[in-house]
């Protein structure tokens, strides 16, 4: 680290990042506006972790990893992308259009003139797929989430044994809550804890009419969240250093009385990872620098880090702490795989006005056809005839897809099976028989999310650790929200918080 007084490193205390996903991003941003010297080091070349791009060869293009869309009620999102002024790289949906398989559409749109509990309420009336008694049933099984409280045996029990409570209709399952359920929280109602839905229902449907208003990106991921993410952030004085994997923490244990408030030398007083005294005679841990890949040992305050979970593991184990990681039971976490079904038409699917649209049948589950680069790609597809970009989500896909369908290989027949829902679904944009599919591409990620089961979603490691100069952050951290890309937000500016209390340093934010 760059020579600096003892004065002016109290006031502006050195912090690492290590991961420049959107945990890392919103923990950096904030630390910045927080009075603390940010470097982030990142293992990869570019910002952004899984809501990344990746390049496909064929087309020529930039395609999402995953198409990344957030709601009105992502407030902390919402509010770095302003931050960072990425709000012009995304178009608002207030409309969510739904198609069947048969060609039935409908449609929901919430009023602006009803209170925050009854906004969706006149389009729920008119919903085409359920019956009446079955809307009128689920009304007010909406409104009953958004009533009741908590209840002590709630943590334990799935979304599903609370329907069976309530004897819910198959087609309301079909029809409504498992396309709500597994696009917001990747997960099938037989796994998914009561409380993380509940959770979800108070957030976004009963929330107010801006919270269900679908926020979807109109360029790459990368040109968000790496390319212009990172002119911002080093536009606040952060440095980034890509291709630079953190390996392990250097740390040690000090003993209390021995602790000189100046912060001087501890050297004799201290057990650390290099040494081999008993852990328990001493207290306030502390991180004393973190180890590259290459080797290299660098030194800071404060340390905050944004990693998944599995990378978390491997640098507590490669810095000897793996009584750490044990308390925590990891092995509760359970990951959720998202399958992403890329294609390229030679026209669009989707009528002009729409960018998404649910999917009720299966397997794939939501349709999108952002407007994003819509004049290069008509550009692209007159020079090239590459065709019209689509993709197809199908979140939980580990639960809904058989093995084979998961792999590459054997990804064929699912781009089969997806294609023949789109013509079953939008009969009049395959009726001329001109419609083709040009080029298609099936990516898998199987750590996409982690499954917000009743065994983990409400016990979650916090951001504090036992550490007095380190914090956690990161989707799977205790957010009280799914994995996504709220949670990873909310999870890096609070850690911020806590460490803005460690560094005594007040106010700003
Ligand atoms: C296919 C898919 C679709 C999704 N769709 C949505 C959606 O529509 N809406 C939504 O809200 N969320 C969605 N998500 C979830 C969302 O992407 C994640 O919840 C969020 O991006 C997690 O951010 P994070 O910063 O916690 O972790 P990550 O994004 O995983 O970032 C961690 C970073 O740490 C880096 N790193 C790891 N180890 C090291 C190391 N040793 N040293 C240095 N750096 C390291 C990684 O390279 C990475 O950049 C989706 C995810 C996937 C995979």
Not at 190 to 207: M, P
Not at 392 to 409: D, G, K, P
Not at 418 to 447: A, D, G, I, P, Y
């Amino acid at each position: 680290m760059s020579s600096i007084s003892t004065t002016d490193l109290r006031v502006y205390p050195s912090l690492a990042i290590v991961g420049g996903g959107l945990a890392g991003i919103a923990a950096a941003e904030s630390a910045s506006r927080n009075g603390f010297r940010v470097t982030l080091f990142e293992r990869s070349r570019i910002l952004g972790g899984r809501a990344a791009s990746l390049f496909d060869p064929n087309t020529n293009q930039w395609i999402d990893n995953g198409q990344h869309i957030a709601l009105g009620c992502c407030t902390e999102l919402l509010d770095l992308n302003q931050q960072l002024g990425l709000t012009r790289f995304f178009e608002q949906k207030k409309t969510i259009p739904f198609a069947q398989i048969g060609g039935k559409h409908g449609m929901i749109t919430p009023t602006t003139w009803l209170p925050n509990r009854w906004q969706f309420f006149p389009a729920f009336l008119t919903f085409p797929f359920l019956s009446l008694k079955e809307r009128f049933i689920t009304g007010l099984l909406l409104r009953e989430l958004g009533t009741q409280k908590k209840e002590s045996e709630s943590e334990s029990r799935t979304f599903a044994e609370w329907l069976r409570t309530k004897k819910v209709s198959v087609n309301t399952i079909k029809k409504f809550w498992e396309p709500f359920i597994f696009s917001t929280l990747s997960e099938g109602i037989e796994h998914v804890s009561f409380d993380a839905v509940q959770q979800i229902i108070r957030d976004s449907f009963l929330a107010g009419h801006q919270a269900m208003t679908f926020h979807i990106p109109t360029v790459p991921l990368q040109t968000i969240y790496h390319e212009n993410t990172a002119k911002q952030l080093q536009n606040r004085g952060i440095e980034l250093h890509f291709f630079k994997r953190v390996k392990r923490f250097l740390w040690e244990f000090q003993t209390d009385t021995e602790t000189d408030n100046n912060g001087s030398d501890t050297q004799s007083n201290t057990q650390s990872n290099t040494q081999s005294d008993t852990q328990q005679q001493y207290t306030s841990p502390k991180i004393q620098a973190l180890e590259l890949a290459d080797g290299s040992v660098w030194s800071f305050d404060y340390y905050l880090l944004a990693v998944p979970l599995s990378q978390f593991w491997k640098i507590m184990t490669n810095s000897g702490l793996e009584a750490y990681t044990e308390q925590l039971a990891l092995e509760r976490f359970e990951p959720g795989t998202v399958t992403t079904i890329h294609l390229w038409f030679n026209r669009r699917i989707l009528p002009d006005e729409f960018s998404h649209c649910v999917l009720l049948g299966e397997p794939g589950q939501f349709l999108f056809c952002p407007k994003r680069n819509e004049k290069s790609e008509r550009d692209n597809y007159e020079k090239n005839n590459n065709g019209i970009y689509h993709n197809v989500v199908i979140s939980a896909s580990h639960r809904l897809l058989s093995e084979h369908e998961f792999t590459s290989r054997g990804s064929f027949g699912l781009v089969e099976r997806v294609v023949q829902q789109l013509q079953k679904t939008f009969v009049r944009s395959f009726q001329n028989k001109t419609t083709q599919l040009m080029f298609h591409r099936v990516t898998t990620h199987f750590e996409a999310v982690f499954s917000p089961n009743p065994a983990i979603y409400l016990e979650r490691p916090e951001s504090e650790t036992p550490f007095d100069n380190l914090v956690l952050a990161g989707d799977w951290t205790q957010t009280k929200l799914p994995a996504a890309l709220e949670g990873a937000v909310r999870s890096g500016r609070h850690a911020v918080q806590i460490l803005k209390k460690l560094a005594d340093i007040d106010g700003i934010d």
